[in-house]
């Protein structure tokens, strides 16, 4: 290390700590051996400290009208990669960005709360990492990913797995975070959703563990709103999805908490999964009383009705809709949201339908209101196409609905056309449940048929 010069008095001056002149010590003038006079002495400092200090210390730039005070930080690679991704992030979330390419309105508002979060989890980080990827390979318009996304949405999961080990981050809303930023990177790294990985199923187990209700702040809040969609629809779908009663209840929440036609229509899905489960369950006891069967009957009617009432204001906005009555850059993002709202709900009419039929042994007819209700949803499609492919990805959830609700094989035969063209558009390949065979299973499902 470096020396500096020191004092290059005696040793016997240096213990006493007496101040040595150029004519005389201390040590001369008492008579005794003086020891080292005149030599110059070096005193050893630790550099790597040195440079630290020097960094932090504020350097002082003279101008010519004022003296401005700099500070020298030091360069950390860790925080160079953590603001790359905290800025990358952000430009993929903007607002400015094209609906047909707009994360937070296609798939969630909690993402914009995910820049804040980044830097407490890695979990977090490596899946906002893998999704800034991916989605940047996708709205350069490759449909299919490349290896360096691919590498990344691996390495999340990797990280994930281990964060999920730990029962004190499993619970956090950092890795529940983490879980849907990843399904959201999935639709663009796995479209035809070929890997055997459910992360709405985990996320719901998460959400379960933690407590429903349990939101500490607005991020928290978005994030288990958002996930309430996925949940619905995955357990319309599959039998992967295990809550009970009290648990769809907590999750769904009070309708009577608010008038926005967007959260009624939601309160009209979200029951459906847990009736399905229970007139399935009275239908397999052959000595089910009947008065149970009439309750579930009713039951279902009523909610029926409920999501009828939805339609109306649905309806009206979109034909209220005007696009000189809003920001430049949110008139197609509000035109794509309200065609796909009433498309979702006139579906959920359709559902609703196909449950009643079944309740009734009615299962093979279709009521004229489901036709029109389809027909409905046909032409909100054709009208959506214009915001492919993620500013109308919900309509490939729609047109499976329709085609469950499609009086003839003439128009489930155009629907199957619409959702090859869709799928095609959005994933670059055929969705995997839209060919007839699974559309037929689906509508044995909501018909209660598949007992």
């Given at each position: 290390m470096p020396g500096v010069p020191s004092s290059r008095g005696c040793d016997s001056c240096r213990k006493q700590k007496k101040k040595v002149t150029p004519s005389a010590s201390t040590s001369q003038i008492l008579k005794i051996d003086c020891v080292g006079h005149g030599q110059q002495r070096y005193k050893f400092k630790n550099k790597t400290l040195d440079v630290a200090i020097a960094h932090q210390t504020a350097v002082k730039v003279q101008s010519e009208s004022q003296q401005q005070v700099v500070v020298v930080q030091p360069t950390r690679d860790l925080s160079n990669r953590l603001s790359s991704l905290t800025s990358n992030f952000i430009h993929r979330i903007s607002q400015d960005v094209d609906i047909r390419y707009q994360l937070p309105w296609n798939f969630g508002i909690f993402l914009s709360g995910v820049p804040r979060r980044l830097g407490r989890s890695a979990a977090l980080d490596a899946a906002a990492?893998?999704?800034?990827?991916?989605?940047?390979?996708?709205?350069?318009?490759?449909?299919?990913?490349?290896?360096?996304?691919?590498?990344?949405?691996?390495?999340?999961?990797?990280?994930?797995?281990?964060?999920?080990?730990?029962?004190?981050?499993?619970?956090?809303?950092?890795?529940?975070?983490?879980?849907?930023?990843?399904?959201?990177?999935?639709?663009?790294?796995?479209?035809?959703?070929?890997?055997?990985?459910?992360?709405?199923?985990?996320?719901?187990?998460?959400?379960k563990s933690r407590g429903f209700g349990r939101c500490s702040d607005d991020f928290e809040r978005s994030l288990i709103m958002t996930l309430r969609g996925p949940v619905v629809f995955d357990a319309l779908l599959t039998d992967k999805i295990h809550l009970t009663s009290h648990d769809w209840k907590l999750l769904n929440g009070d309708k009577s908490e608010t008038k926005i036609p967007d959260a009624q229509w939601f309160h009209c899905?979200?029951?459906?999964?847990?009736?399905?489960?229970?007139?399935?369950?009275?239908?397999?006891?052959?000595?089910?009383?009947?008065?149970?069967?009439?309750?579930?009957?009713?039951?279902?009617?009523?909610?029926?009705?409920?999501?009828?009432?939805?339609?109306?204001?649905?309806?009206?906005?979109?034909?209220?809709?005007?696009?000189?009555?809003?920001?430049?850059?949110?008139?197609?993002?509000?035109?794509?949201?309200?065609?796909?709202?009433?498309?979702?709900?006139?579906?959920?009419?359709?559902?609703?339908?196909?449950?009643?039929?079944?309740?009734?042994?009615?299962?093979?007819?279709?009521?004229?209101?489901?036709?029109?209700?389809?027909?409905?949803?046909?032409?909100?499609?054709?009208?959506?196409?214009?915001?492919?492919?993620?500013?109308?990805?919900?309509?490939?959830?729609?047109?499976?609905?329709?085609?469950?609700?499609?009086?003839?094989?003439?128009?489930?035969?155009?629907?199957?056309?619409?959702?090859?063209?869709?799928?095609?558009?959005?994933?670059g390949a055929p969705e995997k449940d839209s060919g007839p065979a699974s559309l037929e299973q689906t509508f044995r499902r909501f018909t209660l048929q598949d007992l």
């Open positions: 990492d893998a999704l800034v990827t991916a989605h940047t390979n996708y709205s350069a318009g490759n449909v299919a990913p490349n290896q360096v996304a691919l590498t990344k949405y691996s390495r999340a999961l990797s990280v994930l797995c281990h964060d999920l080990d730990d029962k004190a981050k499993a619970s956090s809303a950092e890795s529940l975070g983490a879980v849907m930023v990843l399904s959201v990177a999935q639709l663009f790294v796995d479209p035809c959703r070929d890997q055997p990985i459910s992360h709405i199923q985990g996320a719901a187990q998460i959400m899905i979200a029951v459906i999964p847990d009736l399905i489960h229970r007139c399935k369950a009275a239908l397999i006891m052959y000595d089910a009383p009947c008065m149970h069967l009439l309750a579930l009957e009713l039951e279902t009617r009523s909610l029926l009705d409920d999501c009828r009432g939805v339609f109306t204001p649905l309806r009206q906005r979109l034909a209220d809709y005007d696009p000189s009555a809003h920001p430049a850059k949110l008139r197609n993002h509000l035109h794509a949201h309200y065609l796909r709202t009433l498309a979702l709900a006139l579906g959920t009419g359709i559902i609703i339908n196909c449950v009643l039929s079944g309740l009734e042994g009615t299962s093979d007819w279709v009521s004229e209101d489901s036709s029109l209700w389809s027909a409905e949803i046909i032409d909100l499609a054709q009208r959506a196409t214009k915001y492919r492919p993620l500013g109308s990805m919900a309509m490939l959830i729609c047109l499976r609905m329709a085609w469950m609700g499609a009086a003839s094989t003439s128009a489930r035969t155009e629907i199957e056309a619409m959702l090859l063209e869709y799928s095609m558009a959005c994933i």
